[in-house]
């Protein structure tokens, strides 16, 4: 991690018309280098200018700790409707984001009942409003036709699953995905999609380790269905969930589609740890596939970075292997983990904020995600020179385990929403504020997250 930077003349930024409310004082990195700065927020919770701020505004000095956009996890499961509530709940999975960086979460559909009509996504909106600590972009499923335009009209996005996994019993048979292309191109949101052809599933093994659950779920079920995906329309705004290996990486690129990865397909091989807190779909991959794809993300070749956090209570974790329920709980610790990567200068701050916080939000259409004027001021204060450790007793989550048990993590000091803090000193100090947020591509603002960002 870079010392602190020489005091450089700032330059002259737009300025609202609204009335200053904060000025945050610290460093940050513009135009490639870690710089001091000061950050004007105003009342309605913007950032009204990044430089030398002179207004009699309450100022907070940082120090040298790092300001940072906030994160965006858009892939992450909370549990509800349907439960386990040992496993995650809306507010307990909001607040883990907070904690861990993340000022959006996008939903995940497969709960019980799925988010995939009318009834559900009343219920679903129920659930959210008033007891979320983090925004929330809901993705439902397009498995009920007549629902489409409803769910339209409403949802942040659709994820269609193309194999079985947690809650999904079926997916869609090949053939009948050029009709289910064209049925989502029309509705111009974002389309996740789990990205595994259960025809290329190895049935014959009756998994007992992680290395083993490779082998049944293996990569080349991954490449049969990207390769799906690549022969989609090219309006439909196509992403990749939970990419985990660097010929998907090639060929999403080649393709022009986004996708993801995430920490633990990043950090952990299947031979990580032998039982079923390191079950997970897709698998995690062998230790030369899984250092491919981390050299990959370092190069800042993957566009995004989300959490899939999956959690399950441990004690359904703890049955034989082959019954466990696959995931891992992620969205608390997984900006965490990746900072404490910068710290110890395995990776880039600029690779990781595109990544974590710029790319995730153009995508889906947020105001965030990059310390710029007229942005929402989600914002983190990091102090790089403070690590601790992962506990999994300690999270949040009531799950209560993690597989990055004993990692060393960096965590947000401070994080702020609309310019109120949420985070102070490492705790949660927020109230129920989170709201359900749809995509709203700002004119002129590139959105593809392959795009370079500025
Ligand atoms: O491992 C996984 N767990 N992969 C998924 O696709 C779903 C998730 C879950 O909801 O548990
Ligand atoms: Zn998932």
Not at 113 to 122: A, F, I, N, V
Not at 130 to 140: K, Q, T
Not at 233 to 259: I, M, Y
Not at 333 to 344: D, Q, Y
């Amino acid at each position: 991690m870079p010392g602190p930077a020489r005091r450089r003349k700032a330059e002259a930024v737009p300025r609202s018309s609204a009335s200053t409310a904060l000025v945050l004082a610290g460093r940050a990195l513009l135009r490639g280098r870690l710089q001091p700065v000061e950050i004007a927020i105003d009342d309605t919770g913007r950032i009204q200018s990044i430089g030398k701020v002179r207004s009699g505004a309450p100022r907070h000095d940082v120090g040298d700790a790092v300001i940072l956009p906030a994160a965006v996890d858009m892939h992450v499961h909370l549990r509800e409707p349907g439960g386990p509530a040992e496993a995650e709940t809306i507010p307990t999975g909001t607040v883990g984001a907070a904690l861990g960086g993340v000022s959006l979460v996008g939903v995940m559909p497969n709960t019980r009942p799925p988010l995939s009509d009318t009834e559900s996504w009343q219920d679903k909106v129920r659930l959210v409003e008033g007891r979320a600590a983090v925004d929330v972009l809901l993705f439902a499923t397009p498995t009920v036709p007549r629902a489409l335009p409803f769910l339209a009209r409403r949802a942040g996005g659709f994820k269609v699953y193309l194999a079985p996994t947690t809650g999904i019993e079926e997916s869609p048979a090949s053939s009948e995905l050029p009709a289910l292309w064209d049925r989502l191109a029309e509705l111009r949101l974002p389309v996740s999609v789990h990205a595994e052809d259960p025809t290329r599933f190895v049935t014959s093994l009756r998994p007992s380790s992680p290395a083993q659950w490779n082998g049944h779920r293996p990569v080349a079920a991954e490449k049969a269905a990207l390769d799906a995906m690549a022969r989609a329309p090219k309006l439909l705004r196509l992403h990749a969930a939970h990419v985990t290996t660097v010929a998907g990486v090639r060929s999403l690129k080649a393709a022009g589609l986004s996708f993801e990865a995430t920490a633990h397909h990043l950090l952990l091989s299947d031979r990580s740890g032998t039982d079923a807190r390191f079950k997970v779909n897709p698998p995690l991959r062998s230790e030369p596939e899984r250092s491919e794809l981390w050299e990959a993300f370092r190069r800042g070749e993957v566009p995004i970075l989300a959490s899939d956090h999956a959690p399950h209570p441990g004690s359904a974790k703890e049955v034989p292997f082959d019954r466990a329920p696959s995931g891992v709980p992620g969205v608390e610790t997984g900006l965490p983990l990746l900072l404490a990567k910068v710290r110890s200068g395995d990776l880039d701050l600029e690779v990781l904020l595109s990544a974590a916080c710029d790319r995730p939000a153009r995508w889906l259409g947020q105001p965030l995600g990059r310390l710029a004027p007229g942005h929402r001021a989600n914002l983190l204060v990091v102090d790089f020179t403070k690590r601790s450790k992962v506990e999994g007793r300690s999270l949040r989550s009531p799950c209560g385990w993690s597989p990055f048990e004993g990692w060393e993590v960096v965590r947000p000091r401070e994080h702020y929403r609309d310019g109120q803090r949420i985070v102070e000193a490492g705790e949660y100090v927020g109230g129920p504020v989170g709201r359900v947020v749809r995509p709203d591509y700002a004119p002129g603002e590139p959105t593809d997250p392959l795009l370079p960002t500025g």
